[in-house]
């Protein structure tokens, strides 16, 4: 089974680091991981890797500008292709359900659910070589920002990354920065990572440090100006929590 090729979307910024990762999975259905934004550098790599042949399905992680946004400028080159996301909002052939087996290259991917970065997050589980596309769920390149009120929630987030962890994978191709040679310890840190803001985040509110800014002051120091918006999602996502926390 030859490796996922890895395909930059070409679309270098603050959110993607040096653009978004999109995986080329070669064989009898070639299939794309993930859309990217339709860059003519992405889709002229794209039509390199398939040398004629048309593009058979994509499937999309989540309907994030970044991942999804590239799917019409796909369809206007391979205008038969199959579009498929558990997303309904990024207007996908048809919608995929949890657990779903689709054939992309030579392989069969099962769909896995994984909501919480995004509302209808999915990651694709290839059982055969214990490799996971894993979209946005985890990043070696930066954090995984949760945007409170615009799909992200904490507490799912982290019940995913407990299903992801429960699957055992031996290697991750993510959304975003380097193949994860060691998942459990990233999924690991991940977690751990979100639980220390946490518990930072509960210590300002104990402080008296209690509206947005002045938590986003205090944790987040040296912010660059372009992650601000993110980070305030984020500080907003786990104020959330901690409410649903002191409910029950
Ligand atoms: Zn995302």
């Not at 499937?59 to 590239?70: I, K, Y």
């Not at 995929?96 to 999915?122: F, M, Q, W």
């Not at 059982?127 to 799909?151: C, F, K, N």
Request: with cysteine; glycine share 10%.
């Amino acid at each position: 089974m030859p490796p996922p090729v890895l395909l930059s979307a070409a679309n270098p910024g603050p959110y993607t680091g040096d653009g978004n990762n999109t995986w080329f999975l070669d064989g009898a259905e070639p299939a794309l991981i993930d859309a990217g934004t339709g860059e003519p550098a992405h889709l002229e790599a794209l039509a390199e890797v398939l040398d004629g042949r048309p593009l058979a399905r994509v499937l999309v992680t989540h309907d994030h500008p970044d991942h999804a946004s590239g799917i019409p400028a796909i369809r206007d080159c391979w205008p038969d292709v199959e579009v498929l996301a558990v997303a309904a909002s990024c207007r996908p052939s048809r919608t995929l359900i949890d657990r779903e087996r689709i054939l992309a290259g030579d392989r069969v991917l099962h769909v896995v659910y994984t909501p919480g970065h995004a509302v209808d997050h999915a990651c694709f589980w290839d059982e055969g070589t214990h490799e996971l596309y894993a979209g946005d769920m985890v990043r070696l390149d930066g954090s995984v920002l949760i945007p409170a009120g615009r799909g992200g929630h904490l507490r799912t987030y982290l019940a995913s990354l407990d299903v992801m962890a429960a699957l055992g994978a031996r290697r991750l191709y993510p959304g975003h920065g380097p193949i994860v040679e060691d998942p459990a310890a990233v999924i690991g840190r991940t977690r751990d990572h979100r639980l220390a803001r946490e518990v930072q985040i509960a210590a300002c509110l104990a402080s008296g440090l209690v509206t947005v800014e002045a938590i986003l002051g205090h944790i987040y120091p040296d912010l660059p100006p372009a992650l601000e918006a993110a980070a305030r999602l984020t500080v907003e996502a786990h104020l959330e929590k901690l409410r649903e926390d002191a409910v029950g």
